[in-house]
């Protein structure tokens, strides 16, 4: 009874927005205004969302890398840029153990990823797994965080169990994207085969991408014929 009347309290009481403080007069934790500003992924590849200069034939365009190399995965989701608004609310999640960030990202995907007229809805999700000496250390698996709120949303099977990472490998941040391919290599393991055709894996952040084409290798190996990316914010190598 306590817990119902607090529930109701707390419903009640304005937020305010995380990046100007302003009540947001919704029960959002982020102000219209601020949303808008958020930096968009508009004018990107059409395979690994990768941002390009805007052109008059965007809908036909890809980046050099995706015309001069094969991947494994399909196509990438990634709405918003790496920018410093999205970057603060990704460490949120990542660094702190914010869980409650994780609906805040997954509603901002959700609310880009719905508007695209050629998204399709994949048969499962699975989330770019962890090490288990790093879940140790960290605590949380924040590409599992953020595909809870996905799957949950669009009513999905979220499999985390059979698709492992049983390799350890060395944090890609500083790493060229050489450097990243050969550390990722042979890193992923799936366990038991899958029954499905289209999946989506799910991360916060894609840099040069060597860590979900590797993923999407291991499983399209595997039997899987489609593989699409959904990642919240595309970086660069500058990042």
């Known amino acids: 009874m306590r817990q119902s009347i607090i529930g109701k309290i707390t419903h009640l ?25 958020l930096t968009l992924n508009y004018h990107c ?15 036909i365009l890809l980046c050099g890398n995706c015309l001069s190399h094969d991947y494994y995965y399909d196509r990438v989701y990634s709405p918003f840029l790496y920018s410093e608004e999205m970057a603060y609310l990704i460490k949120k999640l990542k660094y702190q153990q914010k869980i409650h960030y994780a609906n805040i990202l997954s509603t901002l995907f959700l609310q880009k990823i719905n508007t695209l007229k050629d998204f399709r809805l994949p048969q499962a999700i699975i989330p770019i797994p962890m090490h288990t000496k790093r879940l140790k250390s960290r605590g ?31 944090l890609q941040a500083e790493m060229s994207a050489s450097k990243r391919q050969k550390n990722i290599q042979h890193a992923f393991l799936l366990k038991k085969p899958v029954n499905y055709s289209h999946i989506a894996l799910v991360d916060d952040v894609m840099t040069t991408g060597s860590t979900v084409n590797e993923a999407a290798r291991i499983l399209k190996k595997s039997g899987i014929k489609k593989v699409d990316v959904w990642i919240i914010a595309r970086a660069g190598l500058n990042n």
């Open 140 to 170: 949380f698996n924040q590409a599992l965080e953020l595909s809870r709120v996905l799957a949950s949303h669009y009513q999905l099977p979220l499999n985390y169990s059979c698709f492992i990472r049983h390799r350890y490998t060395d």
């Open 45 to 59: 590849c059409r395979q690994c969302a990768a941002p390009l200069e805007p052109a008059i034939e965007q809908d």
């Open 13 to 37: 009481v304005p937020k305010h927005c995380l990046f100007c403080l302003e009540k947001t007069h919704t029960h959002n934790d982020l102000c219209r205004h601020c949303i808008e500003s």
